[in-house]
């Protein structure tokens, strides 16, 4: 089955630095999201992107963060200025159908800690 | 606004044994509800979904899950668990016409053999 890949792993940042996660979709799809999960906490949606723009952001998805289709098949979240609590796992996902969504195709996450 | 309550963190049960994790949701509109499961170093994967229609619904491993909207519950059920079901289950929910999803805690299940 195609899945969605993200890179890093594990990110490792100082508190103030830029971050940028990657994520590559699954090729055909059209629909691309970022969600949060602070350790202990709920997943939480922060983005969802869809024809090279931001098509609904939650209240967490705040100046400090943007989303970015670079090329044909990356999808990346950038953290400016990196908190503490950012601290979290970031799962990408991306989907080929918005009407019914019913099918999100997550990433394994990548485990982002600021020291 | 949409909400999930998954009240069971953690939920240890034997191999063969049957198993209900728990979901609740909050809504003032109608809503789709979901069940993802996450094994180790892996992404979210569905598991099964309510959209419309019969309120049980089944998954192709064995799961089943009822939605019940007198109670607002859409709890996740299986008569006998094997190793490989332990997991972390994600119940989520969806407004209708919406795109985003709103998760539940998770709940950790560990089959004990």
């Known amino acids: 089955e195609p899945e969605v890949t993200q890179t890093p792993s594990h990110q490792v940042t100082q508190m103030g630095q830029e971050v940028i996660l990657r994520c590559v979709p699954i090729?055909?799809?059209?629909?691309f999201y970022w969600y949060r999960q602070i350790l202990g906490q709920k997943v939480e949606f922060l983005v969802s992107?869809?024809?090279?723009?931001?098509?609904?952001k939650s209240e967490i998805f705040d100046d400090q963060f943007s989303v970015e289709r670079p090329d044909g098949s990356n999808f990346t979240l950038k953290i400016r200025s990196t908190k503490l609590e950012d601290s979290a796992m970031y799962f990408c996902a991306s989907s080929d159908d918005r009407a019914t969504n019913e099918k999100l195709f997550f990433g394994s996450g990548t485990q982002l800690s600021v020291l | 606004a949409q909400s999930v309550t998954q009240l069971d963190s953690q939920v240890p049960v034997f191999e063969e044994a049957p198993v209900e994790l728990r979901c609740n949701y909050s809504?003032?509109?109608?809503?789709?509800l979901f069940w993802y499961v996450q094994y180790p170093n892996q992404g979210l994967q569905l598991l099964l979904k309510?959209?419309?229609?019969?309120?049980l619904v089944e998954s192709i491993n064995g799961f089943e899950a009822e939605f019940n909207k007198s109670q607002t519950s859409f709890h996740l059920r299986k008569p006998s668990v094997h190793i490989s079901d332990t997991a972390e289950y994600f119940c989520?929910?969806?407004?209708?016409?919406?795109?985003?999803?709103?998760f539940g805690t998770g709940t950790r299940l560990t089959v004990i053999p």
């Open positions: 309510y959209l419309s229609g019969s309120t």
């Open positions: 090729s055909n799809h059209l629909y």
């Open positions: 992107f869809y024809n090279n723009e931001i098509s609904e």
């Open positions: 989520a929910v969806r407004k209708t016409g919406a795109n985003n999803l709103f």
């Open positions: 809504s003032s509109v109608s809503v789709y």
